[in-house]
């Protein structure tokens, strides 16, 4: 009874996550339902409280400590962006040939995302692709190759994606051996599809004028410089403080944290404080995005409480008795986070499969980073990235079908036959 209460309860909260625009309900209100729900049933219907107390402080500790780096590393992207240090980069692209811009634009993102994150990165690049280019047109195939390369960029380094993240956090895969093993898979999932489209580009890009008014900043041209490279730098330290210390990422990411509030508040010590406010990592704090925290949380809840209730380890043992193949498995859970959040398709994953069946750099976790991170570009809501620019540019679903979709797809199945055969060929 139990066990169909939970998998009821599940669907019902992920079906109201999924139909939020139709419902009219935020999905992080579904997710913190249906997460504290699912508690509530196991721990209604098992009779040894204590386990059920126990279980949930565990599992609570692994997702506080992905909600805190995330927070973190949220913080520090705002502070860069508070201090105008994106258009550091938009000043030096002076490339108007689409066939080169559209390369330019694609590995920029691509890089750009490892460092930062695919839905960060793609805020970034909508809003460098506005300056850039005029015509709405163009610009939305351009919009369609930045959600792919963010996607990739952000599958194969430990901070750029959340699922890569949760799996880092974890202790199913390192971060050295994920950006060795995946680096050439994700380059590949990119690569196929940006020399499918260099072929329907032709002539050159007509810019928009934008004239930047810097009367009214409250920074210098050498503090926006600082912030921003000081600001990647402290998030690339993450990964080399873990490796180190062999403390949990988010320790290395509040650490980053304290060094960066420190130095802008050294920084902005002179002046004006109502006119530097905006400028401070206390502003920064409040500028993050508390609603995706929040539904990070209850996603992770609800699956902790399937996990529990070995619901998920269940599923694991019919998954290989029904499909068989390991990399068939991972593969179709790639593609399925096209349709649903690759969030909890990876933390369900987890879930399924333990750490001592498959320990840490194992195939099945590399893959399913790789897979679930450019899975979710074939379709446009499959992933963080995607959501956001078609809120930004107001993309049209099916046109997303008909001019990107193949081509994430094409580039997904490359990069997945590239990592088997170089798994195979050198591993």
């Not at 508390?290 to 619901?311: H, K, M, R, Y």
């Amino acid at each position: 009874m139990m066990i169909t209460l939970l998998i009821i309860i599940f669907v019902i909260g992920y079906s109201a996550i999924v139909t939020e625009h139709n419902i009219k309900i935020n999905k992080t209100a579904s997710a913190l339902i249906t997460g504290v729900l699912c508690w509530v049933i196991f721990a209604l219907l098992t009779p040894d409280k204590n386990f059920v107390n126990e279980e949930l402080l565990k599992h609570l500790g692994d997702v506080s400590g992905i909600l805190f780096f995330l927070m973190g590393a949220m913080t520090i992207v705002e502070l860069i962006d508070a201090h105008d240090g994106f258009q550091t980069i938009t000043k030096i692209i002076k490339q108007t040939n689409k066939r080169s811009l559209i390369w330019i634009i694609g590995l920029l993102a691509f890089f750009l995302s490892s460092i930062l994150d695919n839905l960060t990165t793609t805020i970034v690049m909508v809003s460098l692709l506005r300056k850039l280019i005029k015509n709405r047109e163009d610009r939305l195939l351009f919009v369609g190759i930045t959600i792919i390369a963010a996607n990739a960029g952000g599958a194969w380094t430990p901070i750029g994606d959340v699922t890569t993240t949760m799996l880092w956090i974890g202790g199913q895969i390192s971060s050295a051996n994920i950006m060795m093993k995946l680096f050439i898979p994700s380059m590949i999932s990119l690569l196929i599809p940006l020399v499918a489209v260099t072929f329907q580009l032709h002539g050159n890009a007509e810019r928009t004028l934008v004239s930047e008014n810097t009367s009214d900043r409250q920074h210098t041209d050498r503090q926006q410089v600082v912030v921003l490279v000081l600001g990647i730098v402290s998030l690339i330290f993450v990964p080399i403080f873990k490796s180190f210390t062999n403390l949990p990422p988010f320790m290395g990411m509040m650490f980053s944290l304290g060094f960066m509030w420190i130095l802008t508040e050294f920084m902005h010590r002179k002046g004006d404080v109502e006119k530097k406010q905006h400028l401070t990592l206390v502003h920064a704090l409040h500028k993050i995005d508390l609603t995706s925290i929040l539904f990070f949380l209850g996603i992770l809840l609800a699956i902790s409480a399937l996990e529990s209730a070995n619901i998920l380890s269940e599923m694991a043992k019919w998954l290989a008795q029904t499909v068989g193949n390991l990399s068939a498995i991972v593969m179709t859970i790639g593609l399925s986070s096209a349709i649903i959040d690759n969030v909890p398709l990876v933390a369900a994953t987890q879930g399924m499969y333990s750490l001592s069946q498959y320990p840490i750099d194992n195939y099945i976790w590399e893959f399913l980073a790789y897979c679930a991170g450019t899975g979710g570009s074939i379709l446009i809501i499959g992933s963080a990235a995607g959501v956001a620019a078609m809120g930004m540019e107001k993309i049209n679903f099916f046109w997303y079908i008909k001019k990107i979709s193949w081509l994430a797809l094409i580039g997904f199945f490359g990069g997945s036959f590239a990592y088997m055969l170089i798994e195979k060929l050198f591993y």
